[in-house]
């Protein structure tokens, strides 16, 4: 019984400390959310409308979001990776929906419609920054906590929320698995052919990287979506609908941001300090989780097996067969959608 207790304190008390560090970053509590109206509205692939988008101040952000479902139903929070947007979930969602969750989907500090607040915000990619953005947006909508799904960089701040504030994630359903960047781990080199995976990564440590990414975009993410779901044969329309998301004006400062810090060549804020050390160890996902494969993602990933003790709560993993890649949501909906409903249930 003691242990319990004691266990219960250690608990109280972490929960306390992170409190008091995301306070110490400004995000908003319920009482000071600030709703700024609607924007245009977005179309999925077969016609399912999110519906027009909204906008609300949360923390260093106005963030664009979909909010699809009842009301009062269950949250899931769907977060999108790199370089795609919300339309990656725009079959998942009315799925969601018709089972009587309330979705919810915003573009990503960097895309779409969402702004930073102030001018002389630092544009900062480093993986805790996104996570802080999520809880800030679930205090500015009062949302206690939900279910959380994503993708490339949306599954790494999904990854992170679930582990540095557990109580803010029901359960979690993450794309290649357990997502959290070791910047220790990264100064080691791979085999060559591993090597050759990550070179855009490289690319973007250049002033030739970053002008030219800035200058061909739409290009470029039209060649990281062919690499990283070779099996996928989407059509114009579908690419470009997304592709507009990379045209927000911080788009290239925080991607370049992000690789260079990952790779230690550019430096953090010290107010994420607190949180990149606990990530730093790596820590359990101890939130109910189910993992998701393709069959045919060309992008970087783990083999499953080399994640799952990385989930120490209740946790199964899913392999999906048919030439789905690595944008797994937008390719595989129906199979998305249903784990986000099984995780809830776990």
Known sequence: MSDQIDERRRRLLAAAATTVAVASLGLPGSASAKASGNVQGVKGATGAAFGPLR?????VLNVAYADVGPAHGPVVILLHGWPYD???FADVTP???AKGFRVIVPYLRGY???????????RNGQQAAFAVDVIALMDALKIESAVFGGFDWGARAANIVAIL??????ALVSVSGYDV???EADKVPLPRADEKRWWYEFYFTTERGRVGYDRYRHEFAKLIWQLASPKWQFDEATFERSAAALDNPDQVSICIHKYRWRL????????????????AAAPAIAVPTITLEGDANGAPHLEPGAYAKKFSGKYMHRQLKGGIGHNLPQEAPQAFASAVADASRL
């Open 181 to 183: 960047e070791d910047r």
């Open 264 to 279: 230690g060549l550019a430096e953090g804020e010290a107010k994420y300090d607190v949180f990149e050390s606990r990530l």
């Open 112 to 122: 779409g419609a969402t702004r930073f607040l102030a001018a002389d915000t630092i």
């Open 55 to 59: 906008r609300i101040d949360a923390g």
């Open 95 to 97: 799925i969601l929906a």
């Open 86 to 88: 919300i339309h990656a």
């Open 165 to 170: 504030w557990p109580e803010r994630c029901k």
